[in-house]
């Protein structure tokens, strides 16, 4: 067994923990494995043990990889969790199943003109990004605004919006933030919520994720 998929075996015991720790339903959490920058070898077997669920942050990167392993696992589900320039909304329209990104007017109306010039094909859901601690070098609308901007996506870009996720400040306490998400989405009606890293999904899942995001705790460190 590769350590990738033992620490995958670990993670997964984890997150039912704290699912059942919080009185939440079993299954309810998913586990996005963050398999940025990692290349196929190091992706597969922990295809291969099952899990389904990937997370890239670059486009040009998962270009590389995901069209090759879905040839091998075409039920892969792979999100975009990194920022995504307007530019590159063809190729994200093309390759990832959700965005979890969407943070600005100019790009949910590329997304919307790419998605009609595929005519149906491709349909990626979308998570609005939150900016809950208005850090001005981070992606995300600030909170004060998510409401109209999620309200925007959804009537004026006719964007199939599902969910938000926010990255908190790394200095600060996450549990107000997870908090803070969590509100916002219950307040439009969103079934998704992605939250928490390696270092605080268990204090995430306690405050409502859905959706964990989970690399190093998998992968390994990042060279």
């Given at each position: 067994?590769?350590?990738?998929?033992?620490?995958?075996?670990?993670?997964?015991?984890?997150?039912?923990?704290?699912?059942?720790?919080?009185?939440?339903?079993?299954?309810?959490?998913?586990?996005?494995?963050?398999?940025?920058?990692?290349?196929?070898?190091?992706?597969?077997?922990?295809?291969?043990?099952?899990?389904?669920?990937?997370?890239?942050?670059?486009?040009?990167?998962?270009?590389?990889?995901?069209?090759?392993?879905?040839?091998?696992?075409?039920?892969?589900?792979?999100?975009?969790?990194g920022p995504?320039?307007?530019?590159?909304?063809?190729?994200?329209?093309?390759?990832?199943?959700?965005?979890?990104?969407?943070?600005?007017?100019?790009?949910?109306?590329?997304?919307q003109?790419?998605?009609?010039?595929?005519?149906?094909?491709?349909?990626?859901?979308?998570?609005?990004?939150?900016?809950?601690?208005?850090?001005?070098?981070?992606?995300?609308?600030?909170?004060?605004?998510?409401?109209?901007?999620?309200?925007?996506?959804?009537?004026?870009?006719?964007?199939?919006?599902?969910?938000?996720?926010?990255?908190?400040?790394?200095?600060?306490?996450?549990?107000?933030?997870?908090?803070?998400?969590?509100?916002?989405?219950?307040?439009?009606?969103?079934?998704?919520?992605?939250?928490?890293?390696?270092?605080?999904?268990?204090?995430?899942?306690?405050?409502?994720?859905?959706?964990?995001?989970?690399?190093?705790?998998i992968?390994?460190?990042?060279?």
């Amino acid at each position: 067994m590769s350590d990738a998929v033992s620490r995958l075996a670990e993670v997964r015991s984890a997150i039912a923990a704290a699912t059942a720790d919080a009185k939440r339903p079993e299954g309810s959490v998913t586990l996005v494995a963050v398999s940025k920058t990692f290349p196929i070898e190091a992706i597969e077997p922990v295809l291969a043990a099952g899990q389904r669920v990937f997370g890239e942050n670059y486009v040009q990167d998962a270009k590389g990889k995901w069209p090759e392993l879905r040839q091998r696992y075409p039920d892969a589900e792979v999100h975009m969790i990194g920022p995504l320039q307007s530019n590159k909304a063809k190729e994200a329209v093309a390759l990832f199943d959700v965005i979890e990104t969407l943070d600005r007017p100019s790009l949910a109306k590329e997304l919307q003109k790419e998605i009609q010039k595929a005519g149906g094909t491709r349909r990626p859901r979308f998570l609005v990004q939150v900016n809950t601690g208005a850090e001005p070098q981070k992606g995300g609308v600030l909170p004060e605004e998510a409401d109209a901007f999620i309200r925007a996506c959804r009537e004026t870009y006719g964007l199939d919006v599902e969910g938000v996720m926010c990255i908190p400040p790394a200095d600060e306490p996450p549990a107000p933030h997870f908090a803070l998400l969590t509100t916002i989405a219950r307040r439009n009606g969103l079934k998704t919520v992605s939250m928490g890293m390696s270092a605080d999904y268990p204090t995430a899942i306690a405050m409502g994720a859905t959706h964990v995001r989970v690399g190093s705790a998998i992968f390994g460190a990042r060279g």
